[in-house]
Each structure stands twice: as C-alpha cells, then as structure tokens.
C-alpha cells in the first residue's frame, strides 16, 4: 500500500519500506531503544503510536511505512535519510 506525505513543495508518494532493509533498519531502532533504557511504551508516547503497533513493528510480521520507520527513529533520537546510489556494476 502506498501513501502521500504532503510537504511545502507538494505530495511525495512514498511506498512501504520492504524485505532486508525494513529487518536491519528495525534491528538498529531495537538496539537503539535498547541502548537507551527505553521501554516500547517510551517509544509510543514519543511517537503517538499504539504500544502494541510498535511491538508489530519490532516483531517484523508485518510490513512497517517508512512514516512510521521515521517516528520511531526520532523517538531514539536519530533522522531516518534515504538516499538514491549508483547501482554497482554487474547488479
């Protein structure tokens, strides 16, 4: 499922973060979380996000918006970037 951000310069339509990235993005938002003492509740009342929905997240069952990805990054204190690269070659 897709879905629009809307900013000053316009809709952005973003599609839902997948697969290996999505799992070793949320590995790295758990440590964090870990590393700062805070609980999954700490995390949905920073973010606005049901405490339950953030143990969706953390399990991986189900695939995570990269919206939601983005607020819970911030709860940890970190910015969620995304960024194009050159394919290498041969990929």
Same mark, same amino acid.
């Given at each position: 499922?897709?879905?629009?951000?809307?900013?000053?310069?316009?809709?952005? $339509?973003?599609?839902?973060?997948?697969?290996?990235? /999505?799992?070793?993005? @949320?590995? %790295?938002?758990? *440590? =964090? !979380?870990?590393?700062?003492?805070?609980? %999954? %509740?700490?995390?949905?009342? *920073?973010?606005?996000? #049901?405490?339950? /929905?953030?143990? !969706?997240?953390?399990?991986?069952?189900?695939?995570?918006? $990269?919206? @939601? $990805?983005?607020?819970? *990054? #911030?709860?940890?204190?970190?910015? =969620?970037?995304?960024?194009?690269?050159?394919? %290498?070659?041969?990929?």
């Amino acid at each position: 499922m897709d879905y629009m951000i809307h900013t000053d310069q316009g809709e952005i $339509l973003v599609e839902k973060a997948s697969g290996e990235l /999505n799992s070793e993005l @949320i590995d %790295q938002l758990i *440590a =964090l !979380r870990k590393e700062l003492s805070m609980t %999954q %509740q700490d995390v949905a009342d *920073a973010t606005g996000i #049901n405490r339950a /929905n953030v143990a !969706r997240v953390e399990s991986k069952k189900h695939t995570t918006s $990269l919206e @939601i $990805l983005a607020k819970y *990054a #911030n709860s940890v204190g970190k910015d =969620l970037r995304i960024s194009l690269v050159d394919r %290498q070659k041969g990929a």
